[in-house]
Structure formats: structure tokens, C-alpha cells
């Protein structure tokens, strides 16, 4: 019996030690362990728009970082999904550094056609991070957080005034649509194309003509159109359709009413 | 004469473990003490660990004075296993059946940290029951010496 108790007592005693020196060892790692996200940033790329977070973890502790799996989650105001996507680093020894950045593609083309709210309005993106790792391969941690990211409207607030004609000659006069819109978006400038199509009130094409656009962020355009149309066509007022050919986006048609 | 005598045996008896009571409260106080100190700038995250710990560390202290004060008797043991099992339901309330989840503020916005401390809280749970067990054992085993001493 005597033995029983000893053991149990020798056993209780190595148990509380370990557990001591791997509490401390453990904190001491914690702490030592150095982990945060950058600025989000966006830019376009080769027909998509990428929001990218940088990441980055130096690992100075004792134990090493294991099954590191990042994952953002974009929302809208609407409280729409995005896209989800994730970054999985399977070890992080001691004594290392990670420096990744995660990146979020987003269509400009599944943007351009399905929420062409962000390409007229501005809004809000809800950034939704979450970070989980296994500590010294004993302990999982996961910290979550969520931030804001401001949407700029590439084309806010586009219009267009009242048209004015140029009679050039007896058959075909010059037609001149004032265009205007603001460029919010922080992110990129509206550089490329624009092609005017002028249709009459028949749905007859009257003409049509390509612009050249070079708007920084956040700044404004403020131009006009001209294209030489046939004179016996013209109805006074119609249809107007734009295309737009950008290195961020392709949209088109868009259409507005005239007259 | 016999007044004095009695108070002499009463001393003897009982000053060494009141000194040895009293030690033992120190020393079990002092790594608790360090904890709090420890844990006093984080406290905001976790309101509920100071009130908790106090009130575990004077249940504790309690079972740990009458633990010494009724050694050599079965009773010691009893009270041994009672500071075992005030340990482990200290340990699971406190870390929260071992998923600790906090909101931290960060710049405005509000970080949550969930830690899995299953592996440690079951190493501690493992360590209370062989402590229960250990004082089981004591316990019986005081029990059939003092049988055997009854029958010689």
C-alpha cells in the first residue's frame, strides 16, 4: 500500500511539474509570437479585381505553429457573399517567419453584370478574417475579426445633359451628348473606351462614336460625345448606349434616354 | 499541576501545526497572489476569473487548515480529497471546460480569441483524481494499520 501511495504521489508530482514548465513555456511562446494583417489593399488584374491582405507571423517562441488556415469572407451591404477564400500554411516552425498575402479574387465581370450597384453606388464592404492555428500542436487558437473597406463607385453619379445638334450639311448634322460622372473609387482610374451608340425613337442606329476616358481616382469627367448622324433619322429623342472597354472593367450597354 | 501539564501537551500538539498551517497557507497563497498580479491588466477580458479564484482559494485554504489540524486521523485524508475536488471544479469553471473565448478591442474594431485548452485542462483533471486517488489510498491504508493495531 505504502508503494501505491508513493507512486500516486511521485506521479502527481512529475504531472504538476511538466504542466508548470509547459504553462510557462507556453505563455513565454505566446508572447514571444508576433502575428498581424496589413492594410487591405485593391487592385485590378487580368479581368479580376483583387483585394489583398497581407499576413504576416514570426514565430520567436519555443513551440512551433501548426495548420495556420486563414479565411476572408466578403460582404456587401446587402449582406451578399463575395467570395470566401483561404490560405493555408501547414507549419510555422520556431524560429521562422511567414509573410503571405492573401488574396481575394473577385470577377469584375461576375461584379460588371450581376452587381452593377458598385459600378454606379458607393457602399461598404465588410471584411470577415479569421485566423486559426494549432499551438505547439496541443492547443488550437482562432481569432476573428471583421473590418469595413470602402467601395468607390467607378462611374458614380453618370449622366447626361441636354444634347445639342450641329448641322453640318443638308443630310447629316453633328449630334453632341455631354457626359458626366465622378470617379470614386480609391482603388483605380477609369482608363480606355467609351463607344456612344445614338438611336432614334424607331430603335434605328443614328451613329456612333468612341471616346477615349483617362479619369484618376477621384476625380471627375466631364466631357461630350459628338457623332455625325443622319439628319432625316433623327426623332428628337431616343436611346443612348454606352460600352465601356477598361483595364478594370468591360460594361456594356448601358442605357439612357435622350429628349 | 496537571492544568499545566495539559496545557504543555495541548501546545506541543497543536503550535507545530498551526506553524505548519500557517506556512502552508503562504506558500499556497503566493503563487495565487502572482497569478492575479499576473492576470490584473487583462482582467477586463475575463471579469469572472477574479471573484472565482478568490473564492477557490479560501475554500482551499479552509480544507487545507482543517487538513492539518485533524492530521493522523482518517479525517486528513477526507479534507485531502475535498482540496482535490475543489481544485478540479476550480480548473474546469475557470478555464470554461477548457474553450476560452474572449473579445478583445482593437483599434475600434473587436477581435475574438477562442483558445482549445482541452489537452491542459484534461492533464490538470488527471491531476486531481490521481490526488484523490493517492488520499483513497492513504485512507485506506490508515484505516486497516489502525485495525490491526486494535487487534494486537
Not at chain 1, 509547459?22 to 485590378?44: C, D, E, H, I
Not at chain 1, 505547439?136 to 445638334?165: C, D, E, H, K
Request: charged share 10%; with cysteine.
Amino acid at each position: 500500500m505504502r508503494y501505491v501511495v508513493r507512486a500516486l504521489g511521485w506521479a502527481t508530482k512529475i504531472i504538476w511539474i511538466l504542466m508548470i514548465f509547459f504553462a510557462a513555456t507556453s505563455v513565454y511562446s505566446a508572447l514571444n509570437v508576433k502575428m498581424g494583417f496589413g492594410q487591405p489593399q485593391v487592385f485590378p488584374s487580368g479581368g479580376y479585381m483583387i483585394i489583398s491582405v497581407p499576413l504576416f507571423v514570426n514565430n520567436t517562441g519555443l513551440y512551433d505553429l501548426s495548420e495556420l488556415n486563414m479565411t476572408v469572407a466578403v460582404t456587401d451591404c446587402n449582406e451578399s457573399l463575395v467570395p470566401t477564400s483561404t490560405t493555408f500554411v501547414p507549419s510555422i516552425p520556431r524560429g521562422s517567419s511567414i509573410e503571405r498575402a492573401h488574396n481575394i479574387s473577385i470577377s469584375i465581370d461576375d461584379i460588371t453584370s450581376q452587381l452593377l450597384d458598385y459600378l454606379f453606388n458607393d457602399s461598404v464592404f465588410n471584411l470577415d478574417l479569421s485566423l486559426k492555428l494549432n499551438f505547439a500542436r496541443a492547443i488550437p487558437f482562432q481569432v476573428s475579426t471583421n473590418t469595413t473597406m470602402p467601395w468607390g463607385a467607378p462611374l458614380y453619379n453618370f449622366s447626361i445633359g441636354q444634347i445639342s445638334y450641329n448641322l453640318l450639311n443638308l443630310t447629316h448634322q453633328e449630334l453632341i451628348v455631354p457626359i458626366s460622372f465622378e470617379n470614386h473609387s480609391p482603388h483605380f482610374g477609369v482608363d480606355g473606351s467609351m463607344r456612344v451608340e445614338i438611336y432614334n425613337d424607331n430603335g434605328e442606329l443614328l451613329g456612333f462614336s468612341v471616346s477615349d476616358l483617362n479619369v484618376p481616382s477621384h476625380s471627375g469627367y466631364d466631357g461630350q460625345v459628338e457623332t455625325i448622324v443622319d439628319v432625316s433619322k433623327v426623332t428628337g429623342s431616343g436611346e443612348a448606349h454606352f460600352y465601356f472597354e477598361t483595364s478594370a472593367f468591360s460594361f456594356g450597354p448601358l442605357v439612357m434616354p435622350y429628349g | 499541576m496537571v492544568k499545566k501539564e495539559q496545557t504543555k501537551s495541548f501546545a506541543r500538539k497543536f503550535v507545530p501545526r498551526i506553524i505548519k498551517a500557517a506556512l502552508l497557507v503562504i506558500i499556497t497563497y503566493l503563487p495565487l497572489y502572482f497569478i492575479s498580479t499576473f492576470i490584473e491588466p487583462f482582467q477586463g477580458f475575463f471579469p469572472w476569473y477574479m471573484p472565482t479564484t478568490n473564492l477557490f482559494a479560501a475554500v482551499f485554504m479552509i480544507f487545507l487548515v482543517v487538513g492539518v489540524f485533524t492530521s493522523g486521523t482518517v479525517y486528513q485524508y477526507v479534507f485531502g480529497v475535498a482540496r482535490a475536488l475543489v481544485t478540479m471544479i476550480f480548473f474546469i469553471y475557470v478555464l470554461n471546460g477548457g474553450i476560452v473565448a474572449l473579445a478583445v478591442p482593437v483599434g475600434g474594431a473587436s477581435a475574438n480569441i477562442m483558445v482549445d485548452l482541452r489537452v491542459i485542462l484534461a492533464m490538470l483533471v488527471l491531476t486531481c483524481l490521481l490526488m484523490i486517488g493517492k488520499n483513497v489510498v492513504q485512507a485506506i491504508d490508515f484505516v486497516s494499520a489502525k485495525g490491526e493495531t486494535k487487534e494486537l
